[in-house]
């Protein structure tokens, strides 16, 4: 058994372990991951034999934390051949990839699980409910072949810079956790719905976009996702271009909180939910505190317990000064420090509420020094982790 990191002209060995266990992915998206997300990601393998038995994949992103951007690693593509399951091999790769992330100062990495339990035990926990809809298309087609005044079409390559200012200006309303969006950002967006049969649906007037959508079509159901308009009337346009195609249901995901009633009021038989979709995991604790900001003046000792990063273990003092970022720091043992683990900071200091047990007794019982924090710090801003790969 050998793990490593590849050399990016590596990358393309570990396809066929992909085509094995995601079995859903179809040669043309593949070809487009191979070609566009291996260029720029970073991939960690177990070797049996010379061969990719086990991988971990990290794809880089800018975000938005706390009024600062990180280049942050998205954690997919954690995958085991049948045999060698069992082994701890995915234990071994997420030890050796946080090892990287946490040298590179990075204050969390974050994932979209196949399943919770299978990276609780490691520290991850949920932070991010995405809002879902499902409903039946609506809407009317002008007379003239023109929908109301506002042009709907599928944006190219050219439109990409546009796309980025417009979901800044939009998103940049309200202090998400996200990834930042770029030109970059929506050609990669737009080269991955075309290698699915999809694209990106746009509304614009006199030459300029007013709103978008990213958008699929699958045997009758249009699957859009994070529709940003700066008016209620786009995204009745897109609407009524659905109804020229042969759409009967659509499903919408990551809608902002905020969007979410009037996109149900144009969808016939709309029903919402929220459904867990990203966890999150501490990487390099302090970077990760120092984010924060106190709402008054408190002095705290924790003993922090990490299996997974044993940098972070070992006895913390945390001070915060109203309307300033937290003060951490290393500090001799104490009878005082609470221990606690990364996953328990994760879930009071995103105030995520969760059903699973463990996760009420976070707060059930929490011991002083633990209360001090949660009541003295300012929450984290809400999540908008919408992407997929």
């Given at each position: ?11 393309r ?27 720029e990601n ?23 934390f ?5 280049l ?14 069992g ?9 050796m ?10 204050p ?11 990276y ?26 023109t ?11 050219s ?14 309303q ?19 719905q ?6 990106i ?14 958008y ?9 996702r ?35 009633a ?7 038989g ?8 990203i966890?999150v995991?501490?990487v ?10 106190a709402?008054s ?10 299996g ?20 951490v720091?290393k500090t ?14 994760v ?11 463990e ?6 019982n ?13 929450p984290a801003?809400p ?7």
């Amino acid at each position: 058994m050998k793990i490593r990191k590849l050399k990016q002209e590596e990358h393309r060995m570990t396809r066929s372990l992909w085509e094995e266990i995601f079995t859903e992915d179809d040669e043309a998206f593949l070809d487009y991951y191979y070609q566009v997300k291996t260029a720029e990601n970073s991939i960690y393998i177990i070797e049996e034999e010379d061969q990719p038995v086990s991988m971990l994949q990290l794809n880089p992103y800018p975000v938005h934390f706390f009024g600062k951007t990180s280049l942050l690693h998205y954690i997919i593509a954690v995958a085991t051949k049948k045999e060698y399951r069992g082994r701890g091999y995915m234990t071994r790769l997420l030890q050796m990839s946080a090892k990287d992330m946490y040298q590179a100062g990075e204050p969390f990495t974050y994932l979209m699980p196949a399943a919770e339990g299978i990276y609780y035990p490691h520290g991850f926990r949920f932070v991010y409910r995405q809002c879902r809809i499902e409903g039946k298309p609506s809407g009317e087609k002008g007379q003239d072949g023109t929908l109301a005044g506002c042009q709907v079409r599928y944006a190219g390559e050219s439109d990409c810079q546009a796309l980025a200012c417009l979901a800044e200006e939009l998103l940049g309303q309200m202090p998400f956790i996200r990834a930042v969006r770029t030109e970059r950002y929506y050609r990669t967006i737009l080269k991955e719905q075309q290698s699915e049969g999809g694209g990106i649906l746009l509304t614009e007037k006199d030459g300029k976009p007013t709103g978008f959508v990213v958008y699929g079509c699958y045997e009758g159901k249009a699957e859009l996702r994070e529709p940003l308009f700066q008016k209620k009337e786009d995204w009745e346009q897109i609407l009524a271009f659905l109804n020229e195609e042969p759409v009967k249901t659509v499903q919408i995901s990551g809608a902002r909180p905020e969007d979410a009633a009037w996109l149900k009021e144009e969808l016939e038989g709309a029903e919402e939910k929220e459904v867990p979709v990203i966890m999150v995991r501490i990487v390099h604790l302090q970077h990760f505190l120092e984010r924060f900001l106190a709402r008054s003046n408190f002095e705290i000792r924790l003993h922090i317990e990490d299996g997974l990063i044993p940098e972070n273990t070992g006895y913390w003092e945390i001070r915060g000064q109203e309307g300033q970022t937290l003060s951490v720091r290393k500090t001799k043992a104490s009878k005082e420090a609470e221990t606690v683990s990364p996953g328990e900071l994760v879930t009071v200091l995103f105030g995520y509420r969760s059903e699973r047990k463990e996760e009420r007794e976070v707060y059930e019982n929490m011991g002083p020094q633990m209360r001090v924090l949660l009541k003295g710090t300012q929450p984290a801003p809400p999540v908008f982790l919408n992407e997929i790969v």
